[in-house]
C-alpha cells in the first residue's frame, strides 16, 4: 500500500505503508505531518487542494462467488 500525496492534480510523492499497521492510530497521520513539513513551501505558493489517497498499487485478483458466499470452480 502507499500513501500518495497530490497537489491539485500533480502527484507529489508516494510513501510505502505496512498493511499491517494501517488501522493503527497515528500510523498515516504520521506520514501526512512529515509530507506537509517537507513541501510546506510548495504547498503555501499554490493555490490547489492538498490530498491525500492510500492505494494499493498491485491489488490483488478478488475471487468470484455464486451469491451465497461459496467460491465458483
Known amino acids: ?5 497530490y497537489l491539485g492534480n500533480d502527484l507529489i510523492e508516494a510513501v510505502p ?3 499491517e499497521n494501517i488501522r493503527r492510530p ?4 504520521s506520514f501526512k ?3 506537509k513539513l517537507k513541501y510546506n ?12 489517497l492510500v492505494v494499493e498499487p498491485n491489488p490483488q485478483p478478488q475471487q ?3 451469491g451465497t458466499g ?4
Request: hydrophobic share 35%.
Open 70 to 73: 461459496s467460491e465458483l470452480k
Open 17 to 19: 505503508l505496512s498493511h
Open 33 to 35: 505531518r512529515t509530507l
Open 26 to 29: 497515528g500510523y498515516l497521520g
Open 64 to 66: 468470484k462467488t455464486n
Open 41 to 52: 513551501e510548495l504547498i503555501s505558493q499554490c493555490q490547489q487542494p492538498l490530498e491525500f
Open 1 to 5: 500500500m502507499q500513501l500518495m500525496m
